[in-house]
C-alpha cells in the first residue's frame, strides 16, 4: 500500500506565505510526477504545480511566480511554497503522485489540506 501524508495547511492573512508538504509511504518502486492540486466547493479540480520524473515542471498561470514546488527523492516528499497568497487562493489542496508498485502503477491522491487566506 501506499499513502501520501500532506501537511502545512492553515489560516494566513493576504501577502503571507505557507508551506506544503507531502510524504508518500509504502511499497514504492518508482515515483514519476509529484504535485499538488486545489479544489473549492462547487468548481473542478485544479492543477497548481507538477513535478515530473525527469524535472519538467508546470504552474497554473494563476501562481506563477508566487508559488515553486520542488521535490526531495531521497524522502519521497514533494513540496508547496506559497508566497504572496491571496484570498482567491483559498481551496483544499491536495497531494498527487505517479507511483509504481510491484502490483500497480497509477496515480495516488492525499487526503488533502486546508489553506484558507483571510484577513
Known amino acids: 500500500q501506499v499513502q501520501l501524508a500532506e501537511s502545512g495547511g492553515g489560516l494566513v492573512q493576504p501577502g503571507g506565505s505557507l508551506r506544503l508538504s507531502c510524504a508518500a509511504s509504502g511499497s514504492i518502486l518508482v515515483i514519476n510526477s509529484m504535485g499538488w492540486y486545489r479544489q473549492v466547493p462547487g468548481k473542478q479540480r485544479e492543477l497548481v504545480a507538477v513535478t515530473s520524473g525527469g524535472g519538467k515542471i508546470t504552474y497554473a498561470d494563476s501562481v506563477k511566480g508566487r508559488f515553486t514546488v520542488s521535490r526531495d527523492n531521497a524522502k519521497n516528499t514533494v513540496y508547496l511554497q506559497m508566497n504572496s497568497l491571496k484570498p482567491e487562493d483559498t481551496a483544499v489542496y491536495s497531494c498527487?503522485?505517479?507511483?509504481?508498485?510491484?502490483?500497480?502503477?497509477?496515480?495516488?491522491w492525499g487526503q488533502g489540506t486546508q489553506v484558507t487566506v483571510s484577513s
Open positions: 498527487y503522485a505517479v507511483i509504481r508498485t510491484i502490483s500497480y502503477a497509477g496515480p495516488y
